[in-house]
């Protein structure tokens, strides 16, 4: 997709833009070109964090964890924390001390939890991404592309913990020795000027230079933009956005080619009806997606009304964008006569799996 060159400066050494729902690639200027990115650094770092599951852990901070230069959420040695303390304060204040300290207490070390962060990176299809540090400390071999990190984010942000924190303007916290409240505000003032932006993070040190990523949801629609070395990145992000949002349509899918029923083995029916829910999203081709029924070959009674059986997957360009459930649409009651049929079934399928 071509941006009107009028729509961003030329400042950014690197820019992409995306759709949210789709992973749409809307813009890219040197998108796949690798480059330091700083803070933007703890998008994974706090991802990782909230894949823990264990937000309200607490942990006692060490020397070793708070040795670390740069911004800072105020951590002490033998300071008690949580982690939801820590991902504040790296969302927020962009704490390089969270951050490490978050490294020590999943990693072990920071070479262990490097490990894990690019381990997470593979496993999004991140080819040209490397981490080395935990907070964006400038490393020759710690980079992403533009692209990379646009779709780190959209990763990130189907997290509800790390979207909410880093859709968060302040926090009031508590944690210390002993923990005392503490409040902390978001460095990321286009959270305060545009309309409908929910994050994500910035970053920057003299090396990478001003690195940049927003995220906004305006009447249905959701696009993400990053920039990197980019002295300009507040005008540029706003340019990025409104175009992104001005391009993206809303769209309502309902099932294709549905199977209206199902097999019931044991039932007072040989069938049951089936339902699902239209799936809305937003995309600049919507009529690229497709989508994949799961369903088994039969279920076995009693069946209740709003059961659910499968589900369908809403995909474009082989990256799932969501899903939906396949509900039963009716109740279907077991009959103990057909309990000889129910054996036979059971037969019948381990028979073709041999």
Not at 74 to 90: A, E, F
Not at 96 to 115: E, H, R
Not at 317 to 323: A, K, S
Request: hydrophobic share 40%.
């Amino acid at each position: 997709m071509v941006l009107p060159t009028s729509a961003l400066s030329d400042s950014a050494a690197a820019a992409a833009l995306i759709c949210g729902d789709t992973g749409e690639i809307l813009y890219s200027h040197g998108g796949n070109q690798p480059l330091p990115m700083a803070s933007t650094t703890k998008i994974m770092t706090a991802l990782l964090l909230c894949e823990t599951g264990e937000l309200d852990k607490t942990l006692t901070v060490t020397e070793e964890m708070v040795r670390v230069e740069g911004s800072s959420m105020g951590l002490l040695p033998q300071d008690t924390v949580s982690y939801r303390d820590l991902l504040y304060g790296m969302m927020l204040a962009s704490g390089n001390d969270a951050a490490t300290v978050t490294a020590y207490a999943l990693g072990g070390s920071l070479s262990g939890f490097a490990d894990r962060m690019n381990h997470r990176a593979q496993s999004m299809g991140l080819k040209n991404t490397h981490f080395v540090t935990p907070s964006g400390l400038d490393d020759q071999n710690h980079y992403t592309t533009a692209l990379d990190l646009a779709f780190l984010a959209r990763e990130a942000l189907k997290n509800d913990e790390f979207a909410a924190a880093c859709a968060s303007q302040k926090a009031t916290l508590s944690y210390g020795n002993p923990p005392y409240q503490r409040s902390l505000t978001n460095h990321n003032r286009l959270l305060k000027t545009f309309d409908g932006l929910i994050g994500v993070k910035t970053g920057f040190t003299k090396r990478a230079g001003r690195c940049l990523v927003t995220a906004a949801k305006r009447d249905g629609r959701y696009v993400i933009a990053v920039t990197l070395n980019d002295p300009n990145d507040w005008q540029d992000h706003e340019q990025l956005l409104n175009f992104g949002l001005s391009v993206v349509q809303s769209k309502t899918l309902s099932w294709q080619e549905q199977p209206s029923e199902l097999a019931v083995v044991g039932g007072t029916k040989l069938t049951v009806r089936l339902k699902n829910d239209s799936f809305s999203f937003c995309a600049a081709t919507p009529d690229g997606v497709k989508q994949s029924v799961f369903l088994p070959s039969f279920v076995y009674a009693p069946i209740q009304k709003d059961q659910p059986v499968g589900k369908v997957l809403y995909l474009s360009e082989d990256r799932v964008m969501g899903e939906t459930t396949v509900f039963a649409d009716e109740t279907v009651s077991a009959n103990k006569s057909t309990l000889l049929q129910r054996y036979l079934a059971q037969i019948l399928c381990i028979l073709k799996k041999l």
